[in-house]
């Protein structure tokens, strides 16, 4: 039998991305059929001279660029036209080598129809008012779309209480400058964010861990940290915590907020990805909104780059918080404001919601395949990332650094933990980062291979 060869003269950069180029180019002009077989990585590699890693690394680049598609235990075949969709795909890669599955990005096929509608509505008007400075704390057409957002039943923010941001780290800035102070005491999950912890370091504060099980921090744990700390201000994530994907439940979020109360506690609640889970408990705020500020965002939800962020905050921390607004950015951008509005109001916001929520429950529900017997089962399948705990055998650095030797980029525990014990146990896997569907198969098959296998001797254990 003859053996497909490309013509990697004909195209540039390293070896890899020829051959990635290479195969791209034959489909396109047809010299591979939909349906094609694609040789064997290891008979490849010997008929063109180079090493079977640099072949496995060009196929899966095609995998992220939807072009084919792996078949298991028979192979690699160009994509029919008729196959299935691979679900959401991201521009290709330009490294060329590694899956990152570390950071929580993805694309919405529904993006560039709603961008060029929404900027030829724009240049039928005349915008040139959102060029222009604002209040600080954001129009009031832009705040009302922003409480909308916000709104669900049982809590409706005015938008009079909303303050627009660049987004929800902005928004956590902003909010973490004006409840505190250089050498305070914040509380947080004793998994937490990673950028909360960098705002600590710029602003000079400590994170207090506070203890959690399945529906985040415990209310005793909270108590006792009240009594033994000096500290007026705790951020929390009730609703899809990242990365643990906990869900507090009503009875808790009432006692939080009884207690917050009682310890005349300020609270930052990060909703940014409760927009995701529809049936989501109440927000603290809605139970002690003297004492909360509610911070969302786009991001997770519609579209990470229009930089639109939310703050639904009480009266009386309004203008500390347009302060930091002015002093920061003076305003949040205008322009990408107006386009968020417009999503808001005439429902694209939404249907890139639902679309996005949909694509996140079928990558979930591929990594409960792929993993099936590794992880544990999740009721949050509309997240972003899986929280995987590890086997007993390995320690999440062992485990990264065997996955990153294989591939692909994960996020260990430690990028999370604020003095936890045990923090080794879990890994953090963003579903929505891979590119497609068969870039995710792809790489949930090999951290299935690493987790059922033994650590190498020579990987870091803890």
């Known amino acids: 039998m003859t053996i497909w060869s490309p013509d990697l003269s004909r195209t540039i950069g390293s070896k890899m991305q020829r051959l990635a180029n290479a195969i791209a180019t034959d489909i396109a002009v047809g010299r591979l059929s939909p349906g094609e077989k694609l040789p064997p990585q290891r008979e490849l590699a010997y008929h063109l001279g180079i090493s079977v890693g640099t072949v496995t690394r060009a196929y899966g680049e095609v995998h992220r660029r939807g072009l084919v598609e792996g078949l298991v235990g028979s192979g690699t075949y160009v994509r029919r036209s008729d196959a299935p969709d691979p679900g959401f795909v991201l521009p290709p890669d330009t490294s060329g080598s590694m899956i990152d599955l570390s950071i929580s990005v993805y694309a919405s096929p529904l993006w560039e129809p709603a961008l060029r509608n929404s ?3 724009l240049a039928d008007t005349d915008g040139t008012a959102l060029l222009e400075y604002q209040s600080a704390v954001g129009a009031v057409r832009h705040r009302a779309a922003g409480a909308a957002w916000l709104r669900k039943p ?9 303050i627009m941001t660049m987004g929800g780290q902005h928004a956590l800035a902003v909010t973490f ?4 102070r250089p050498g305070d005491t914040v509380l947080v999950e004793n998994f937490v964010y990673p950028p909360v912890r960098s705002l600590a370091h710029m602003f000079g504060l400590t994170l207090k861990g506070i203890d959690m099980d399945e529906q985040g921090i415990l209310p005793s744990s909270l108590e006792t940290a009240c009594q033994t700390q000096s500290a007026s201000l705790i951020y929390l994530t009730p609703t899809l915590q990242n990365p643990t994907n906990a869900i507090m439940g009503d009875a808790r979020r009432v006692d939080i907020a009884a207690l917050a109360q009682r310890y005349d506690l300020r609270i930052i609640e990060d909703d ?7 049936d989501a408990p109440l927000p603290i705020t809605s139970y ?3 004492r909360c500020c509610l911070v969302s965002s786009v991001s997770k939800a519609v579209a990470p780059g229009l930089r639109t962020g939310f703050i639904a905050a009480p009266p009386d921390l309004h203008e500390p918080i347009a302060d930091r607004i002015r002093a920061f950015s003076w305003m949040a951008t205008p322009l990408t404001a107006e386009i968020t509005a417009n999503w808001i109001e ?11 929520s949909q694509e996140n429950r079928e990558r979930h529900r591929l990594a409960a395949t792929l993993l099936d017997g590794l992880i544990e089962p999740t009721t949050a399948q509309v997240s972003p990332h899986l929280w995987y705990r590890l086997p007993d055998r390995w320690g999440s650095s062992g485990f990264v650094e065997a996955a990153q030797a294989m591939g692909v980029r994960i996020a260990a525990a ?5 003095g936890q014990r045990g923090a080794g146990d879990y890994i953090r896997i963003s579903v929505c980062a891979a590119r497609s569907q068969n870039e995710l198969r792809h790489a949930l098959g090999i951290l299935a291979d690493i ?3 033994m650590p190498a001797r020579n990987l870091a254990i803890l």
């Open 288 to 290: 002690a909104p003297d």
């Open 154 to 162: 049982g809590y409706a923010p005015t938008p009079d209480s909303v």
């Open 451 to 453: 987790g059922n296998g």
């Open 346 to 356: 005439d429902g694209t916001a939404s249907r890139m919601l639902a679309a996005i």
């Open 272 to 278: 940014v990805t409760g927009a995701l889970l529809p």
């Open 414 to 418: 430690q990028s999370f933990a604020v």
């Open 177 to 180: 400058s004006a409840l505190s």
């Open 119 to 121: 900027l030829a509505q």
